[in-house]
């Protein structure tokens, strides 16, 4: 059985960063391809980014202000956010797509004008 646990969110105003965290608790290859996707309030979760056999992918959203890594030694996938807007607030998740696409639980980032 696999688990994800997303860590780093947080509070920042407009043009700050944050860098957040999903460990995967189980097979390595859980982490062979990887997703985060986001949910702000009343909307539908969304798709930003995206690690599959280390190549990357990005929602036009995000494109140039985020970037998606992974440490297969601490099976751990990262997300660099820069450059923050309002706009980015929502509840963040990681997802295995190469484990049955198994969700986390989710870290809240806020953004602040």
């Known amino acids: 059985q696999v688990q994800l646990v997303e860590s780093g969110g947080g509070s920042v105003q407009a043009g700050g960063s944050l860098k957040l965290s999903c460990a995967v608790f189980?097979?390595?290859?859980?982490?062979?391809?990887m997703s985060w996707y986001r949910q702000a309030p009343g909307m539908e979760r969304e798709f930003v980014s995206a690690?599959?056999?280390?190549?990357?992918k990005y929602a036009d959203s995000v494109k140039g202000r985020f970037t998606i890594s992974q440490d297969n030694a601490k099976k751990t996938v990262y997300l660099q956010m820069n450059s923050l807007k309002p706009e980015d607030t929502a509840m963040y998740y990681c997802?295995?797509?190469?484990?049955?696409?198994?969700w986390g639980r989710g870290t809240q980032v806020t953004v602040s004008p």
């Open positions: 690690i599959t056999n280390g190549s990357p």
């Open positions: 997802k295995s797509v190469s484990c049955a696409n198994t």
């Open positions: 189980g097979y390595i290859f859980c982490t062979y391809d």
